[in-house]
């Protein structure tokens, strides 16, 4: 089975000091790892790659699972 690339709806983006770029997403659907966002993504209709997740609203639990509907920060590599 194909490796389905997730899709995002960005509200806002948010350069940072180093340049890099965060796309504030509503997770897709529950993720077991952080890491498992790394790679290719969608978000509004245009492929990007991201990096990880720099943040989440769930501080108590970061590093660990995501869920579907919570409010994230994935870092993009390169521009926008």
């Not at 790892?33 to 209709?45: A, E, S, Y």
Request: aromatic residues 12%; glycine residues 10%; hydrophobic residues 35%.
């Amino acid at each position: 089975m194909a490796h389905e690339i997730p899709g995002f709806s960005c509200r806002h983006w948010w350069q940072m000091n180093d340049g890099r770029w965060v796309a504030f997403v509503e997770c897709d659907k529950d993720y077991a790892h952080r890491d498992d966002l790394k790679g290719p993504v969608i978000i509004n209709n245009k492929r990007y790659t991201c990096m990880g997740v720099e943040f989440s609203l769930r501080n108590d639990r970061f590093g660990q699972q995501h869920s579907k509907g919570e409010s994230i920060g994935l870092v993009i590599e390169g521009p926008i």
